[in-house]
């Protein structure tokens, strides 16, 4: 069951408000689109998901896509930003494999709401039947889960988007004397054992200041240290540093919407520009 409510437009685009009462999660979920006013019956635009959509409003998100539609290399898009829950920690993660605190043992009910309830409520609200692809994006452990879900679902999805992931997600604790990076980290452990889908590209900010930490006192940081990582694996795995990744490493970037409002123009560009 879903609603559309508060429908407002500002910089050119149709705002409106999507509930859903979900089963899955066993709560009302709220969720912002983002339409550009000019889409005409019958356009096929791209739909892009974001995690923590209730950040959305700090991030500048409608006046970021105001820039992007006014470009003319800008291809038509929709966003959906999806507000997290009081259980965002465990709904957010890696579907089947909560961390070693049990953190994110919803994420697989997260992910079936995704599916089985939010992209039917917003072919029917919005009233668009396909999509020319699928998108997903998310900030934080909401950029794990974005991660985690697209990885999960190659069929559904072309590109994602991760902002200062929380790829440490790991089974043990760091201070576990038999934890090793190589085993432990959740996130790289789930690509090594993936396949390979050539059609799948990746997005991945960090910032220099994300956070302190340094585990294995290298000078790098340990988000830093994390999500080069993971690209080294998806590398391993087939894909191309160059043509399926794209790296930004922000100077003096933080682990705060400010930082990922920064870094938000860049990934619609490398997304969803004609030229990219």
Known sequence: MSDLICL????????SSLEI????????????????AGLQPGDLPALLLINDGQDMEKLGLSSILADFFSAQDSRPLVCLAIHAGADRKMEYGTAGVPDYMGRGNKAGDYTL???EELLPSIRKQLGIPRFSEKLFAGFSLGGLSAMDI????PHEFTRVGVFSGSL???????????????????????????NY????????????????????????????????????????KGYDRQHDMHY????????????WARAMPAFLAWALGKGE
Request: glycine share 6%; net charge negative.
């Open 21 to 36: 009462v979900s089963s899955r999660l066993g709560r009302t979920v709220k969720a912002d689109a983002f339409v550009p």
């Open 248 to 259: 930004l490493e922000l100077a003096d970037g933080r682990h705060d919407v400010d930082t």
């Open 150 to 153: 697209v990885w999960a679902h």
């Open 197 to 236: 889908a050539p059609w799948l590209k990746f997005f991945f900010m960090t910032g220099t200041q994300d956070e302190t930490n340094d585990r294995n006192n290298n000078g790098i940081i340990d988000s830093i240290d994390d999500t080069l990582g993971l690209m080294a694996e998806l590398e391993r």
């Open 113 to 115: 709401f995704i599916f």
């Open 8 to 15: 407002e437009k500002i910089h050119n685009i149709n705002i």
């Open 168 to 194: 440490w997600w790991r089974t043990i604790d760091q201070d576990d004397p038999a934890y090793d990076d190589d085993k432990h980290r959740i996130m790289h452990d789930l690509v090594r054992k993936g």
